[in-house]
T-cell receptor
Framework: SQQGEEDPQALSIQEGENATMNCSYK?????LQWYRQNSGRGLVHLIL?????REKHSGRLRVTLDTSKKSSSLLITASRAADTASYFC???????????FGQGTRLTINP | DAGVIQSPRHEVTEMGQEVTLRCKPI?????LFWYRQTMMRGLELLIY????????DSGMPEDRFSAKMPNASFSTLKIQPSEPRDSAVYFC?????????????FGAGSRLTVL
């Protein structure tokens, strides 16, 4: 079964609005990462948050991590048409040394 | 650096044929991962190598799949014989070091269609 599950599966918003995607996982992690995939392309790493961190920022991205709830959120502020893509969370499992990806959230930004 | 390079980008083959996918990781990266992506199952980790040694192949679907990493700059994923259910996009990714934060750089993928 998937370690990480994103919610919602699909999200459509207007340009300029904020987009929030959530990720839940099941077991203890070393860190949690978010990746973006444009249609027909490979995944691109966006941001990493360690298990002892609660919040991290990178440009228009804000990631939070709640290890007690085993959940994370990715916020994209002031969205742009170029943000249209699928977004995946990936968990780096303790003791496993491998990244397990969720099913992704398909984000559409309408101009 | 040109990034992770995969070939071929697209492959169409008939059921029963052998398929070989190739990957050149980023120079200096010690770990290499093969993933498969389908609409139904999402991104599945098939196998990963560290310093050219296979560490975990528990995701390899069955004996028809095999992977090798003869040196630090080359890996292959082979399917023999291929079946229609193997149709998917196969991604190779590399990372600098398994012991630290495992940040992956992905290739563009190889889209496989088995007829």
């Amino acid at each position: 079964s998937q370690q990480g599950e994103e919610d919602p599966q699909a999200l459509s918003i207007q340009e300029g609005e904020n987009a929030t995607m959530n990720c839940s996982y099941k077991t203890s992690i070393n860190n949690l990462q978010w990746y973006r995939q444009n249609s027909g392309r490979g995944l691109v790493h966006l941001i990493l948050i360690r298990s002892n961190e609660r919040e991290k920022h990178s440009g228009r991205l804000r990631v939070t991590l709640d290890t007690s709830k085993k959940s994370s959120s990715l916020l994209i502020t002031a969205s742009r048409a170029a943000d249209t893509a699928s977004y995946f969370c990936a968990t780096d499992l303790q003791g496993a040394q491998k990244l397990v990806f969720g099913q992704g959230t398909r984000l559409t930004i309408n101009p | 650096d040109a990034g992770v390079i995969q070939s071929p980008r697209h492959e169409v083959t008939e059921m029963g044929q052998e398929v070989t996918l190739r990957c050149k990781p980023i120079s200096g990266h010690n770990s290499l991962f093969w993933y498969r992506q389908t609409m139904m199952r999402g991104l599945e980790l098939l196998i990963y190598f560290n310093n050219n040694v296979p560490i975990d192949d528990s995701g390899m679907p069955e004996d028809r799949f095999s992977a090798k990493m003869p040196n630090a700059s080359f890996s292959t994923l082979k399917i023999q014989p291929s079946e229609p259910r193997d149709s998917a996009v196969y991604f190779c990714a590399s990372s600098p070091d398994l012991s630290g934060a495992n940040v992956l750089t992905f290739g563009a993928g190889s889209r496989l269609t088995v007829l």
